[in-house]
C-alpha cells in the first residue's frame, strides 16, 4: 500500500448484495466485509484504487477488475468469484485462499504469498509476477505470462508454465504433465518435477540440482542444459533436443537426440544414436 492504514477510511463489518457495491472507492481500508447473498450482483470492487481488503470473503463474480494498488490479506474468494482478479495493477495477496475460476488474468506486478490457491486457468496472459510459500492446484497455470519469479511452491496440475518468458522457480515441487512447452529463458533450481513430456518444445530450459520423475521428457528442446540432476522412470529422453546434461544415477534410455552431450552414470538403453552429433558419457 501506498498510504498508511491510518490514511484510509474504513469501512467495516458490512454485507454488500448489489451490483458494484464499492465501484470506484479510492484510499479504503475494507475490512471483515461479505460481497455474497445476490445470484446476480457482481463486480463489487471494480475501478478501486489504494485499497486494503482485510478479511473480507468474495462470493461474487468479477469482483476485482481494473485496480490498482490492492493489497488483499486473510480472505476468501469463493468459487463463485470467477474471473476475480483482470486488468489490475501493483497487487499483493497475502495468506488468501483462493477458489476463484480463472483468479488472475491480464494483470502487471502482482505479489503472492502464504496462499492456498484452486483455480482452473490460474494467471494468465499477465506480466511480472512473484509467488512465494504457495499451494496451487490448476488444470492450466501461467499461461502466457511473462517475467515470473516461484520460490517454495506445492504445484499439482496438468498444463503448466506454457508459452511463457523469463521464469525462474527455486525449491519447489511440481506435480504436472506437459509443463514449460514452447517457453523461452526458464530455469529451476533445487526442485522436484514430476509428470509427462516434460518441456518439450521449450528454448534455453536450465535444471539445476533437480529430481526429474515421468515418461517422455525434454524432447524437440533448443539450448536445454541440465547440470547435477537425478532422473527417476524417465525413457525416452531428450528425442530431437539439442542437449548439455549431467544427470547423477541412471537414465532408463535415450533417444535420437539432435546434439550435444549427456553425461550419467548409467544409460540402461540407447535408442537411434547419431554418435557423429551426440557424445554419450557412462561410467
Not at 477458489?99 to 511480472?128: G, L, Q, T, Y
Not at 506445492?154 to 504436472?176: E, P, W
Not at 553425461?263 to 540402461?268: E, S, T
Request: charged share 25%; with cysteine.
Amino acid at each position: 500500500m501506498k498510504k498508511n492504514i491510518s490514511d484510509l477510511k474504513k469501512i467495516e463489518n458490512k454485507t454488500f448484495s448489489f451490483e458494484r457495491a464499492l465501484f470506484d472507492t479510492h484510499n479504503a481500508h475494507v475490512l471483515n466485509c461479505k460481497f455474497s447473498e445476490s445470484d446476480i450482483a457482481e463486480s463489487p470492487l471494480k475501478e478501486c484504487s489504494n485499497l486494503l481488503i482485510d478479511s473480507c470473503y468474495i462470493d461474487l463474480r468479477y469482483p476485482i477488475w481494473h485496480n490498482d494498488n490492492t493489497l488483499i490479506k486473510d480472505s476468501l474468494l469463493t468459487e463463485n468469484s470467477r474471473a476475480s482478479l483482470w486488468y489490475c495493477k501493483n497487487i499483493e495477496i497475502v495468506n488468501c485462499k483462493i477458489e476463484s475460476v480463472k483468479a488472475i488474468r491480464d494483470c502487471e506486478n502482482v505479489n503472492i504469498s502464504d496462499c492456498f490457491i484452486n483455480s482452473p486457468e490460474f494467471c494468465w496472459k499477465s506480466n511480472n509476477i512473484t509467488i512465494q510459500n504457495c499451494t496451487i492446484e490448476s488444470e492450466y497455470i501461467f499461461l502466457d505470462t511473462d517475467n515470473v519469479k516461484i520460490d517454495n511452491i506445492h504445484f499439482r496440475g496438468k498444463y503448466s508454465f506454457q508459452y511463457m518468458h523469463n521464469l525462474v522457480i527455486n525449491n519447489s515441487v511440481l506435480d504436472t504433465k506437459d509443463a514449460f512447452w514452447n517457453s523461452t529463458d526458464v530455469a529451476v533450481y533445487n526442485s522436484t518435477l514430476i509428470g509427462e513430456y516434460l518441456g518439450w518444445f521449450s528454448n534455453n530450459l536450465t535444471l539445476v540440482n533437480c529430481k526429474i520423475k515421468g515418461t517422455q521428457p525434454l524432447c524437440w528442446c533448443k539450448n536445454l542444459k541440465l547440470i547435477n540432476c537425478t532422473m527417476e522412470d524417465c525413457d525416452l529422453c531428450f528425442e530431437h533436443s539439442e542437449v548439455d546434461a549431467t544427470i547423477d544415477g541412471e537414465i532408463t534410455s535415450v533417444k535420437n537426440p539432435k546434439s550435444g552431450t549427456i553425461k550419467a552414470d548409467k544409460i540402461n538403453s540407447l535408442v537411434e544414436i547419431d554418435s557423429n552429433k551426440v557424445k554419450i558419457i557412462t561410467k
